[in-house]
C-alpha cells in the first residue's frame, strides 16, 4: 500500500490547530490521538481535522515536500 509521511504541515481554523506536524506511517503502524492529556486539550486540538486532512477531504497548509 505504501507510508503516509508529513513534513512540517499545518491547519488553522481561525486559530492554529496545529502547526509544524511532522511524521511518518508505514504499512502497518497504528496511529492513535488522544482525546485529552495534561499538555493538550480534548475538544478543538485538531484530531478531526488531522483525519480529514489525511483522507484528502481537507487541504493542509504549509506542505514542504
Known sequence: MGSIILREVGVAAGK???QDLS???ADGDRLSLPGS???TAG???GKSTL???L???RLLQRILV
Open 16 to 18: 492554529p490547530l496545529f
Open 23 to 25: 511524521f511518518t506511517l
Open 37 to 39: 492529556s495534561p499538555r
Open 43 to 45: 475538544n478543538g486540538a
Open 51 to 53: 483525519l480529514r486532512c
Open 55 to 57: 483522507a484528502g477531504l
